[in-house]
């Protein structure tokens, strides 16, 4: 199976701030990578996919970059409504695997 | 809009069996492929099960093979999940999940339901 890992587990930021989240998959899977957001209570919503491709009616503070092996998602501009744990997850090959999940919170 | 209705979920003891129901609606449901995915309380996301849009190709994680079956009934735009000798760690949040497109070989999941809650305890 692919191992994805994120990093950092948790993180808190300010209002305005740049947040960057970092996914690492064991082996490399091209551009599979698709990222995620969790808010308290609620279903994921997928934000990114193809590792760079922003989902239709996802704001655009939110990009994401990487191939291979290392991936980044990045929220330019951290929004109170940001609260939330990002996943990442490789769509490389069954089984389909999620990174450990990142919770940003607000300062 | 795209809805995805989960049910079915419960109370069941180890060993039992219960399955699960998703109702999809406001798309062509034969379009796509359809998944299972669970969280474990306070824990993240795990692939459970996949299914292609004709029932051609499935996909099972290793936690659940042998136990767990997947189907749909395209007429009734309806996904299933049929869960036997049901474990204490079987204990999630189950969601039903659209695919990006028809087949299994690639796994993005673009639109969840809310979930429905499976406790496996005696």
């Known amino acids: 199976d692919i191992q994805m890992t994120q990093s950092p587990s948790s993180l808190s930021a300010s209002v305005g701030d740049r947040v960057t989240i970092t996914c690492r998959a064991s082996?490399?899977?091209?551009?599979?990578l698709n990222w995620y957001q969790q808010k308290p209570g609620k279903a994921p919503k997928l934000l990114i996919y193809?590792?760079?491709s922003l989902q239709s009616g996802v704001p655009s503070r939110f990009s994401g970059s990487g191939s291979g092996t290392d991936f980044t998602l990045t929220i330019s501009s951290l929004q109170p409504e940001d609260l939330a744990t990002y996943y990442c997850?490789?769509?490389?090959?069954?089984?389909?695997?999620f990174g450990q999940g990142t919770k940003v919170g607000i300062k | 809009e795209v809805q995805l209705v989960e049910s079915g979920g419960g109370l069941v003891q180890p060993g039992r069996s219960l399955r699960l129901s998703c109702a999809a609606s406001?798309?062509?449901?034969?379009?796509?492929?359809m998944h299972w995915v669970r969280q474990a309380p306070g824990k993240g996301l795990e692939w459970v099960s996949g299914?292609?849009?004709?029932?051609?190709?499935?996909g099972y994680a290793d936690s659940v093979k042998g136990r767990f079956t997947i189907s749909r009934d395209n007429a009734k735009n309806s996904l299933y999940l049929q869960m036997n000798s049901l474990r204490a760690e079987d204990t999630a949040l189950y969601y039903c999940?659209?695919?990006?497109?028809?087949?299994?070989?690639?796994?993005?999941?673009?639109?969840w339901g809310q979930g429905t809650m499976v406790t496996v305890s005696s």
């Open positions: 999940v659209k695919g990006r497109d028809m087949q299994l070989r690639e796994g993005t999941f673009v639109i």
């Open positions: 406001a798309f062509t449901f034969d379009d796509y492929a």
């Open positions: 299914i292609s849009w004709n029932s051609g190709t499935i």
């Open positions: 082996p490399g899977i091209v551009t599979h």
């Open positions: 193809a590792a760079s």
């Open positions: 997850q490789q769509s490389h090959s069954s089984p389909w695997t």
